[in-house]
C-alpha cells in the first residue's frame, strides 16, 4: 500500500481517487484555496458537488479517503509516496509558490493540469517544463504528467479509459502507473500508456481545448438553424479533421513528435462530445457574445479560452518573426 496526496480537489483529481482507492492506497484529497466548500461537502458524506459523485465510503485509519483543506497540506503530505497536482491553469502560479517547495525530498509529482504558458517571442511551455525551470534552488523534484482522453466522470463510473503519462524516467513512471493500473473486479478499465515525449504529450492534450471549442461551432450552428431531424455532422467532422491537421502541425512547431496526434484526436473527441470547451463554442456558434457565454457559465474554468487566445498569440508572434508560414 502507498499514500498518494492529491492537491486539487477538482473533479479530475478527484476521479484519480477512484482506481487509487480500489488498489487499495491510501488517499489523501487537499482542497485548493477555492475548494473549501468541496471538501465540506465530502467531509459530510463522500459527495463531491462538483463531479457529481460519491467517493467511495469506506474509510479507515490506514486505508481509505480522508479529506484535508489547504491550510492543512503539510499534514496530507507527511509520509507520502506520490503528489499529484490536481489544480486548472489557472492555480499553476498558486501550486508553484505554494506547493512545490513543500512536497518531501526524493516524492515524485505528477500533474493532471492541462495547458501551456505563451511568451511574447511565440515560445509556448507546457507546465512541466515550466515548473522545473522554477524549481526551488537544489531542488531534485521529479515531475511527471497525466495526459489523454479521458473525462473525469466516465473514469469515476469505470469507463474503459486510455490515457498516456509522460516524464523523462520511464523506469520510475512505471512505478507510478503501478499505482493506478487497475484490476476492477478482474475487468481493467483504466489503460495507461508511458511516454518521455513530454512536450509532445502536454502540448497535445493543451490544444485540444481550444479546438473543441472550434469543432463545437458547428453544434451551435446547427441549434441556431434548427433540428430538422437530420443529424448535421458533415460540418462538425470537417471542423474536426481541420483541427487534427493543425494540432499536428503546432506539435511539430512546439518540439513534440507527430505520435501524439493520437492523443490530440482521442481528446478532441470526448471533449466536443461533452464538457465545458465544448460548451463555450456550442454558445458561439448559436450567436452568443463571449460576455454572454461567461455570464452563463459563471464559476466554471474555461480551460478553451485561455488555451485558444495563448496559442494564437504564440502563432501570431511566430509569424511576425518569421519562423513560421502565417498562412
Known amino acids: 500500500m502507498s499514500i498518494v496526496t492529491l ?5 479530475m483529481a478527484s476521479a484519480l481517487t477512484f482506481p487509487l482507492f ?3 492506497h491510501e488517499v489523501r ?3 485548493s484555496p477555492l475548494d473549501d466548500a468541496v471538501i465540506d461537502g465530502l467531509r459530510e458524506d463522500d459527495y463531491h458537488i462538483n463531479l457529481t459523485r460519491t467517493l467511495h465510503l469506506t474509510r ?8 484535508y ?11 507520502c509516496d506520490l503528489v499529484i497536482c490536481g489544480v486548472s491553469s489557472f492555480g499553476v502560479d498558486w501550486f508553484l509558490e505554494a506547493i512545490i517547495p513543500i512536497i518531501p525530498e526524493g516524492i ?10 505563451n511568451y511574447p517571442n511565440g515560445t509556448l511551455q507546457v507546465y512541466p517544463e515550466y515548473w522545473e525551470e522554477r524549481l526551488p534552488e537544489h531542488s ?3 515531475i511527471y504528467a497525466i495526459c489523454g482522453p479521458c473525462t473525469a466522470r466516465d473514469l469515476s463510473d469505470h469507463d474503459h479509459s486510455f490515457v498516456g503519462y509522460c516524464g523523462l524516467d520511464l523506469k520510475k513512471l512505471a512505478e507510478i502507473r503501478a499505482l493506478f493500473q487497475t484490476d476492477y473486479y478482474h475487468m481493467d478499465y483504466y489503460h495507461i500508456s508511458l511516454t518521455d ?3 509532445g504529450l502536454e502540448a497535445a492534450v493543451a490544444l485540444k481545448n481550444g479546438y473543441a471549442l472550434g469543432t463545437a461551432l458547428a453544434i451551435g450552428l446547427k441549434n441556431l438553424c434548427g433540428d430538422d431531424g437530420i443529424a448535421h455532422v458533415n460540418s462538425k467532422a470537417s471542423f474536426f479533421q481541420q483541427s487534427v491537421k493543425e494540432m499536428d502541425a503546432l506539435l511539430e512547431i512546439v518540439g513534440g513528435t507527430h505520435k501524439m496526434i493520437m492523443y490530440a484526436a482521442g481528446d478532441l473527441d470526448v471533449t466536443v462530445a461533452g464538457g465545458r470547451s465544448r460548451s463555450v463554442g456550442q454558445y458561439l456558434g448559436e450567436g452568443l457574445s463571449m460576455k454572454e457565454i461567461t455570464e452563463k457559465l459563471a464559476g466554471q474554468t474555461l480551460e478553451a479560452v485561455v488555451i485558444a487566445t495563448r496559442t494564437a498569440s504564440a502563432v501570431k508572434a511566430m509569424a511576425e518573426a518569421g519562423k513560421i508560414d502565417a498562412s
Open 29 to 31: 484529497l487537499v482542497g
Open 22 to 24: 480500489e488498489n487499495g
Open 7 to 11: 492537491v486539487g480537489s477538482g473533479q
Open 140 to 142: 531534485t523534484l521529479e
Open 60 to 67: 479507515t485509519l490506514h486505508h481509505g479517503i480522508h479529506y
Open 108 to 117: 515524485p509529482m505528477i500533474s493532471v493540469t492541462k495547458g501551456m504558458i
Open 197 to 199: 515525449d513530454i512536450v
Open 69 to 79: 483543506k489547504v491550510d492543512e497540506v503539510e499534514t496530507a503530505l507527511d509520509g
